[in-house]
């Protein structure tokens, strides 16, 4: 399994990059994703559009740098799993989000260990108030292969991970009203508070 964090977003609410925003505790917000994903002990890489490539190599420079794969025609967090799954095709996929600073290494934990226990899945997801939660999730390498498969045939009507979770077998995780803080996704610097 690779952990991976998904950076490249257009940022264009928030104005700037998201991912280089500074927490509270004064590390870059990808940082503090990366740190949260390693505490599983398992490998993790940045994903970024072209633009910023640059950038992070230089900020992360001990952390594997994904680039979205334009081949792909697709947009959104959808292009970004699945150019991680061309560069790591036989590797079940821990995704994270960039933008969801409050996110606690107790639920990805949580979620891990479900994993762990069944291999029955093709992916694992939140939900929030029965809405999936696809970006704090995981998927199977098998999965991913077929939603890559049918994108190729022309047969995802949408590009969106909801349309990629509808496809997969999945093993929903409902969260509890106290972790719903931690799946706070800030746009915008009005989302801030807490962050």
Not at 164 to 178: D, G, R
């Amino acid at each position: 399994m690779v952990g991976i964090i998904l950076c490249g977003g257009q940022s264009f609410r928030m104005g700037s990059d998201k991912g280089l925003l500074v927490s509270g505790e004064g590390q870059l917000w990808a940082q503090t994703a990366i740190n949260k994903m390693a505490a599983l002990q398992i490998p993790v890489s940045l994903v970024v559009n072209r633009l910023q490539y640059a950038g992070y190599t230089e900020a992360f420079a001990g952390t594997p740098v994904i680039t979205d794969n334009e081949n792909l025609a697709i947009h959104g967090p959808l292009l970004g799993v699945l150019s991680a799954h061309v560069q790591y095709p036989v590797q079940n996929l821990f995704v994270l989000a960039c933008d969801m600073p409050l996110m606690e290494t107790s639920v990805l934990t949580e979620l891990y260990n479900k994993y762990l226990e069944s291999d029955a899945y093709d992916a694992l997801v939140f939900t929030n108030e029965e809405e999936p939660e696809p970006l704090c999730a995981i998927y199977c390498a098998e999965g991913l292969s077929a939603i890559a498969e049918m994108h190729k045939k022309g047969l995802l009507k949408r590009h969106s991970m909801k349309s990629m979770i509808e496809n997969l077998n999945v093993c929903f995780v409902p969260i509890t009203s106290e972790q719903k803080k931690y799946f706070t996704n800030v746009n915008a610097h009005a989302d801030l508070n807490g962050a």
